[in-house]
């Protein structure tokens, strides 16, 4: 099962590495809210890649089957850590980017692999009665857990700001595709698109896509006034020492 992992490995690092597409996007991004939108550009990219050299793999060794579970985790779940590997630091310096262009001294929240989730993955398939009929709803599980590198890093350094005092603005932007067809307009994004307070955002969903959806989604970020953002998110109990120390400079312009 090694060598399997290290062939998907090595069909993943070669498609990247050619892909002109991801290069491309990183290098017309010049501001941190630009850096943010290529970033999930390129993970909608590199999941495309991830969920093609891994069905391609898995096809070969059951065309015609049932995965087992452990078979499937033990090619689902490196895969997925790859392509997290490659995609977040990207979206890290993204954030720090964003961060820089406010004049802020924070360093970037970096969500750790989530493995249950890539485990999930994995089961679903095993459930499956043919990996082949399974196919297109795998291909979106991949390139939409992607995706969610991206995003979950987004709503991560949004919800650290804002608990800090920092005002922050979440905005989504309509990619002006349909839900389904391609050719109507899709309510459910339409609701979500605009400007949003971090805990306005989460409640309505702004964090959130369906399958397909390629809105983009980023944040800005100023100082703010960090006593009124101590009072409103209850005070210091869940933020970090350091973290107020940061604020504290923060307030006397330091």
Not at 213 to 235: F, I, M, P, R, S
Request: proline residues 3%.
């Amino acid at each position: 099962m090694d060598d399997i992992v290290k062939k998907i490995a090595t069909e993943y690092d070669r498609k990247v590495r050619n892909d002109l597409r991801i290069s491309a996007i990183q290098k017309s991004a010049k501001k941190g809210y630009q850096k943010l939108i290529a970033a999930q550009r390129i993970s909608t990219l590199t999941g495309m890649t991830t969920a093609e050299v891994l069905l391609s793999n898995l096809l070969d060794l059951y065309p015609d089957g049932a995965i087992p579970e452990e078979v499937a985790k033990a090619l689902i779940v490196p895969t997925l850590r790859k392509n997290y590997d490659f995609v977040s630091p990207i979206a890290e310096s993204a954030h720090t980017a964003i961060l820089e262009d406010a004049g802020i001294g924070l360093k970037p929240v970096v969500p750790a692999f989530d493995a249950n989730r890539a485990e999930g993955i994995a089961v679903e398939l095993s459930k499956a009665e043919n990996v082949a009929e399974h196919s297109d709803l795998l291909r979106n599980q991949i390139i939409n857990n992607s995706i969610n590198i991206v995003d979950e890093s987004t709503r991560q350094n949004v919800q650290t700001q804002s608990r800090v005092g920092l005002e922050v603005r979440v905005i989504r932007i309509y990619d002006g595709r349909g839900l389904h067809y391609g050719k109507t307009p899709c309510e459910w994004c339409i609701q979500r698109v605009g400007e949003w307070e971090y805990r306005d955002a989460l409640a309505n969903g702004v964090f959130e896509r369906h399958t397909g959806c390629e809105c983009d989604l980023y944040y800005k970020t100023v100082k703010g006034d960090w006593q009124h953002g101590w009072q409103k998110y209850g005070g210091w109990d869940d933020v970090s020492e350091e973290t107020i120390q940061n604020r504290r400079k923060y307030a006397k312009g330091e």
